[in-house]
C-alpha cells in the first residue's frame, strides 16, 4: 500500500489494468455465452447512483429510485400476463437469488413458520437436472440441505421429463414429505431448456387434489434468460412485419410456445443483465400475488 495519496489518473490506470485481457462482453460484435452487451441508458443508470449513492433502505434516501422500481416491477409482471396491480416483487443480486426468494416463499408455504423458528419438517425442493446449480445453493443456505433437491431426469431437448417429475413428486408425498418448491426452467446458461410450465402447474394442482395437501406447492419459474421472450407476445409470426428469416422465426415461435405461459407460475426469475442489455448486476424477483412477499 503506497505511503503517499496516488493521483486520480493513477488510480485510472491501476484500474484498467485489472481488466487486461478480458473480453469485453459489451462489444456490438460480442457474443460470449449469454450476456448482451450493456446500452448508453443503461451504463448511465449504474453511474448516477454511484454519486448520488442511493441507500435504498429508505424511502428518505432513495425516494426516486424505489418509485423506479415499482414502475419496472409493474411493466414486467405486465409483460408475463401478471396483474400489475396485484404482482409484487423486487431487484435483488442476481439469478441465484431469484431462485432463493422463490423457495423460501414456497418453503413457508409448506412448513408454515419457519422465518420464526427454522425448519421444521421434511421438505424438498424437486428440479430437472438442467436446473441452474443454485438449486444446491439455495438449498444449503435455507436449511433445507442440497440432498433434498430432487433431481429430475431431463429428455434430449433439455426440458424435463414428465412422467418422471410426477413420479418423484407423488413418491415423496407417500413418503411424508412436503414440496417446498418445483422449480420450472424457462431458459437456462448452458443448455436452452424450456420445461412445460402449463403441465407443470396443472400438476401439481392434481397432487393438491389428489393428496388432500393442506397447502399449495409453490411454482417458481427461472426464466432469467427467457423472460425476454414474452415480447414477442402478440407478434405475427405469419406476417413476420419485422422481416426475420424462416429459421429466425421459427426458433422464436418454438420458445415462445412455452414461455407465454409464464404468468401461470407463482414466481419468476429475470435477469437484466442477461438478455436485458444491462450492465451486471439486474435481477428481478417477480410473485404473481404480492402477498407472498409478506
Known amino acids: 500500500m503506497p505511503s503517499d495519496p496516488s493521483s486520480v489518473e493513477q488510480v485510472t490506470a491501476e484500474l484498467v489494468d485489472q481488466f487486461r485481457g478480458l473480453p469485453i462482453w459489451g462489444h456490438p460484435r460480442a457474443q460470449t455465452h449469454v450476456i448482451s452487451c450493456s446500452s448508453i441508458a443503461s451504463i448511465i443508470g449504474v453511474l448516477l447512483p454511484a454519486i448520488y449513492n442511493p441507500n435504498l433502505v429508505s424511502d428518505d434516501t432513495a425516494r426516486g429510485v424505489m418509485e423506479a422500481e415499482v414502475r419496472v416491477t409493474a411493466m414486467a409482471a405486465d409483460l408475463l400476463g401478471y396483474d400489475p ?122 397432487l393438491v387434489t389428489r393428496f388432500e395437501l393442506d397447502y399449495h406447492p409453490h411454482v417458481h419459474a427461472d426464466a432469467v434468460i427467457g423472460w425476454a421472450w414474452s415480447v414477442f407476445t402478440g407478434y405475427s409470426f405469419e406476417k413476420n412485419p419485422l422481416g426475420f428469416r424462416p429459421r429466425t422465426v421459427r426458433a422464436l415461435a418454438g420458445a415462445l410456445h412455452r414461455i407465454r405461459h409464464l404468468g401461470l407460475a407463482d414466481s419468476v426469475g429475470l435477469d437484466f443483465h442477461k438478455t436485458g442489455f444491462a450492465p451486471y448486476v439486474s435481477s428481478l424477483f417477480l410473485v404473481r400475488d404480492k402477498a407472498y412477499l409478506q
Open 85 to 206: 396491480d396485484v404482482a409484487g416483487g423486487l431487484f435483488t443480486f442476481g439469478g441465484t437469488d431469484t431462485n432463493l426468494y422463490g423457495v423460501k416463499i414456497g418453503l413457508e408455504k409448506a412448513l408454515p413458520g419457519t422465518m420464526e423458528t427454522g425448519v421444521h419438517g421434511d421438505a424438498v425442493v424437486l428440479a430437472s437436472e438442467q436446473c441452474h446449480y443454485s438449486r444446491l445453493n439455495v438449498a444449503g443456505w435455507l436449511g433445507l440441505g442440497e440432498r433434498n433437491v430432487i433431481e429430475v431426469p431431463s429428455q434430449s431437448s433439455n426440458d424435463v421429463d414428465l412422467d418422471l417429475l410426477t413420479q418423484a413428486a407423488e413418491r415423496a408425498l407417500k413418503d411424508g414429505r412436503r414440496i417446498a418448491a418445483l422449480i420450472a426452467v424457462m431458459g437456462m446458461t448452458d443448455a436452452f431448456g424450456v420445461d412445460d410450465l402449463e403441465v407443470i402447474v396443472a400438476l401439481r394442482d392434481r
